[in-house]
């Protein structure tokens, strides 16, 4: 990514190169891999922006008047508000650089999902019920400790349903930030390569085959992620979902946290830290 913006391909070089060079099978999985990557780090932005200010609303009096509203009035913003005045800043940010450009989708996933996100983080905190807070009062956990061991536990599974819910609206983000492109300089088109440019070229040149294999790709990229990251993890939090009554519903399924549950590596893993830190502490 930390390139000089020149590398970047533009329309004039695709005119030259021609239609049949640039729609092929590799150039489709490179374009599939830069969005899977854009969309994984703006997940853990989203995730890290909720982490500090959904702690400090649900913490501090003060904060929360700020942050709460604020909050409320972005999530209002649409994707094209943000572009207007993020897209300058981003370039400027990195000057002559390929992350200006890698920055501005990524951000696109950041708002499609960083509000919501926060706010259920915040709701978590907020309704965290009191028997287990007394119950963590022996132990004697500092603040830091009840957090991590016991409010943000409780506030996974709320976290990762809304990250899940949010997957189509960060999908959509991305897919429309990558077929914007940059006139820079202005005798020139840059593309950022993924899949929402490869489908606006596609377009723009009627290949509706290429279309169709952008979108299949698209969709495979959106089960692989369903599939190996958001059952596996929904899952393996099961258990840190609080009920108080009698839950007739029945348990999430993954194919792949089961085959992870039963492979010997992850286990030999676990003992090998395990084993490691003890030589350590011994």
Known sequence: MNRPLSQLPTQQQLDVLGSKNYFT????????????????????WSLAFSLVFGVMAARYKTARYFILPLVNLLESVPLRGFL?????WFMGWFPNN??????????????????????????????????????????????????????????????????????SAAWFALVACEQATVAFPRTET?????????????LDRSKFGAVAAALGALLV??????VCLFQPLIKGTVHYKYSTGTDNQLPPQSRVYDLVSHAKLPKWLHQWGTSGVYVVVA
Do not use: H
């Open 25 to 44: 099978f590799a150039q489709l999985v490179e374009a599939a891999l830069r969005t899977m990557t854009r969309l994984f780090i703006g997940m853990l």
């Open 190 to 202: 840059l593309i950022l390569p993924g899949i929402g440019s490869y489908i606006q070229i596609a």
């Open 221 to 226: 990229c959106v089960l692989f992620t369903n």
């Open 84 to 88: 207007t005045f993020t897209t300058a």
């Open 98 to 167: 390929v992350l200006g450009v890698e920055a501005v989708a990524i951000f696109g996933v950041f708002t499609a999902q960083a509000w919501n996100i926060m706010l259920v983080l915040y709701q978590s905190l907020r309704v965290t019920p009191k028997e287990l807070l007394t119950v963590a009062d022996p132990f004697g956990c500092n603040s830091w400790q009840r957090f991590w061991r016991l409010e943000f536990i409780y506030a996974v599974p709320g976290i990762l349903w809304n990250m899940v819910i949010s997957q």
